[in-house]
């Protein structure tokens, strides 16, 4: 797993580090401790939806889609703790 690394501007843009505190700190903080939960639950549902994902990915293919899935769960406690979606959208873009 990569280490985490704080969350600031490009300095040449002089622009201040986020406030993680603008948004929803505290929901981010559980949506955090919740990451693998919600990620495991979310390629539940995704599966259910789409059963032809099986066919399509295998057991590593599966656990690669489970580790993006946490991803965006980490992005997403980003945005929500914020208030800016640009860490989600971003992380979309990629």
């Not at 929901?27 to 919600?38: G, I, K, S, Y």
Request: glycine share 4%; with cysteine; proline share 7%.
């Amino acid at each position: 797993m990569c280490a985490r690394l704080p969350i600031v501007s490009h300095p040449s843009l002089g622009l201040p580090p986020p406030d993680m505190t603008a948004g929803f700190p505290d929901a981010a903080r559980r949506l955090t401790r919740a990451r693998d939960r919600v990620a495991t639950r979310t390629l539940e549902l995704a599966l259910a939806v789409d059963p032809t994902l099986r066919e399509r990915y295998d057991e590593v293919g599966l656990r690669l889609l489970l580790r993006d899935a946490a991803g965006a769960v980490d992005e997403l406690a980003k945005s929500l703790a914020s208030a800016d979606t640009s860490f989600l959208r971003e992380w979309a873009d990629q």
